[in-house]
């Protein structure tokens, strides 16, 4: 009489641990850069607002604003934030945001800079402001891969 195999032998088993350890080599970094992508989104989100308020500005008095306070928006940094962004700020048009604490380490204490430039009427936005100045002043910039498409050069 012959034994019918029933279940699974080692050999199988190691197999198939072995093919999801390579599944999961793979998907881990993709997933963790997918995570630092939506917490740059959140930055670039709120410096939407920002982005506005500089616009109407430069509109009406034909200059960039000085600060948050003569932008319209909250005078502290702090007061425009969110989970992963510590706080958005306006220095002569320039607005930055400062990624937190909460941020992936990749992120924490790296800055988005938007400096806005005239178009002959209308203002466009460069992701990254000049290397001095004030925005060089509050920390170093996100890395470009991980930036909006729109963003990278």
């Known amino acids: 009489m012959k034994n019918i195999q029933k279940g699974f032998t080692l050999i199988e088993l190691m197999i198939v641990v072995a093919i999801i350890a390579i599944l999961a080599a793979i998907a881990i970094p993709q997933y963790q850069n997918y995570i630092i992508r939506t917490q740059v989104s959140e930055g670039m989100n709120l410096a939407d607002g920002a982005k506005t308020a500089v616009a109407e500005f430069y509109n009406n008095k034909g200059k960039y604003p000085a600060n948050n306070g003569s932008a ?5 940094a702090a007061s425009i934030s969110g989970k992963y962004v510590q706080g958005v700020t306006n220095t002569s048009g320039v607005i930055v945001a400062t990624f937190g604490n909460e941020s992936n380490s990749k992120l924490n204490g790296k800055i988005i800079a938007l400096s806005p ?30 930036l909006p498409t729109s963003c990278r050069k």
């Open 117 to 146: 430039y005239d178009l002959g009427g209308s203002i466009s936005w460069n992701c990254k402001a000049a290397s001095t100045g004030a925005a060089a002043a509050k920390g170093t910039y996100v890395d470009e891969a991980y």
């Open 72 to 76: 319209g928006l909250p005078a502290t």
